[in-house]
């Protein structure tokens, strides 16, 4: 690896707000990368190139021009795992710039060190945004023969068992020091988080979340969980159901599992024509106020599987308001809420209008 311009360009900035000197940066060639003197950008510098080439430890000039390109002052190599990638340069007298020269080095090489870790890191979320990425939305045939290599090297093998969550604010998987789970890979595009965990119990995904999202300082959150698959081929198809899971639960904070959430999906499934007729055909009349009365009303009826106390405290209204509500539902709709069959319809209607 040899340094690059804008790496460069960042050490120069840093290290120029902490001495009060001219600075160069120069590559392999000994080429001028970066430089507190944009005019010398560019140039040779005889002095770095000697350095690689002959592999000094330091190179004092004691004039300008009394080496190629160069100006007096002090230039030292620049090594990353024992390899030199260029030479640092400060500009002055040799005899008062000398004490600077070792700190100056040290302080390049750290920085080095960090922007190159740094990039390291980036090529490697990039590289696992990728493969997440085909995972998710390439059938298993499209998948290069490559993929399965790709897949043990992130410890998976392909006869485990997997399951796909996915996660909004996609942020907790970034803040979070995420606790060490081998079993999973996580990326994040956008606002959603993907998690892709090989386990064959949801809950312990599940468990995953809750801590990450702990750990990120992120007390409410949305997540949806596709059911397990028996193998590395059914990502995709777990993966779109946590996608469509996500989608029915717009609004609403939690963890949610595709396997309880059956019945909900085939409803949200039914074309908005049939929803909306279905609407009118039970709510004639309605405006979209008493629509929305209506909804929370069967929410709250359903959460607390009809007990009237239970409903009355939590809407804060008296026993008596929930019996007359129930009693306007029944007389307006032609439906009782206290019949299965009816607060099935009744629910699915009002579910429809929380989320349409």
Same mark, same amino acid.
């Given at each position: ?6 790496? =460069? ?18 590559d392999e060639k000994g080429a001028i990368?970066?430089?507190?003197? /944009?005019? #010398? ?10 350095? *690689? ?12 021009? $009394? ?17 030199? *990638? ?53 059938? /298993?045939?499209? +998948? +290069?023969?490559?993929?399965r290599d790709e897949l043990h090297s ?5 006869? =485990?068992?997997? =399951?796909?969550?996915? %996660? ?10 995420? /606790? ?14 993907? %998690? ?27 997540? &949806?969980?596709? &059911? ?17 899971l996500l989608t029915v639960k717009q ?26 007729? +279905? ?43 929930? $019996? ?5 539902? +029944? #007389? ?5 809420? #206290? %019949? *299965? ?16």
């Amino acid at each position: 690896m040899y340094l690059q311009k804008d790496t =460069a360009a960042k050490i120069i900035e840093e290290i120029s707000m902490i001495l009060d000197y001219d600075l160069n940066i120069m590559d392999e060639k000994g080429a001028i990368l970066a430089s507190t003197d /944009p005019s #010398r950008v560019g140039m040779f510098h005889e002095g770095a190139w000697r350095i *690689i080439r002959y592999h000094l430890k330091e190179l004092c000039i004691y004039e300008d021009g $009394q080496y190629h390109g160069c100006r007096k002052g002090i230039n030292l190599p620049v090594f990353l795992n024992d390899q030199i *990638i260029g030479v640092i340069g400060i500009t002055g007298e040799v005899a008062e710039v000398m004490k600077y020269a070792k700190v100056l080095k040290k302080m390049t090489e750290i920085l080095v060190l960090d922007l190159f870790s740094y990039h390291k890191k980036s090529q490697q979320e990039q590289a696992l945004l990728f493969f997440i990425n085909e995972w998710v939305n390439k059938e /298993p045939a499209e +998948l +290069l023969p490559a993929f399965r290599d790709e897949l043990h090297s992130y410890g998976f093998s392909e006869n =485990a068992p997997f =399951a796909v969550a996915l %996660v909004t604010p996609g942020q907790i998987l970034q803040d979070a020091e995420l /606790p060490v789970l081998s079993s999973c890979l996580c990326s994040c595009n956008g606002d959603v988080g993907v %998690v892709i965990c090989s386990t064959s119990q949801t809950e312990k995904l599940a468990a995953f979340l809750k801590t990450a999202a702990r750990n990120a300082g992120q007390e409410t959150f949305l997540a &949806s969980v596709g &059911s397990v698959q028996p193998d590395y081929t059914g990502v995709k198809r777990s993966y779109n159901q946590a996608r469509k899971l996500l989608t029915v639960k717009q609004g609403e904070s939690g963890i949610f599992f595709y396997d309880n959430s059956t019945a909900e999906l085939i409803f949200h499934d039914v074309l908005p024509e049939y929803k909306e007729a +279905l609407i009118r055909q039970l709510l004639p009349g309605f405006t979209e106020e008493e629509m929305v009365e209506f909804a929370d009303f069967m929410n709250a009826y359903v959460q607390n599987n009809g007990s009237i106390g239970q409903i009355a405290k939590q809407l804060f209204v008296h026993k008596n308001t929930v $019996q007359y509500k129930i009693n306007k539902i +029944l #007389r307006q709709t032609g439906k009782d809420p #206290r %019949v *299965i069959q009816d607060v099935i319809l009744l629910n699915m209607v009002a579910g429809w209008i929380r989320r349409p």
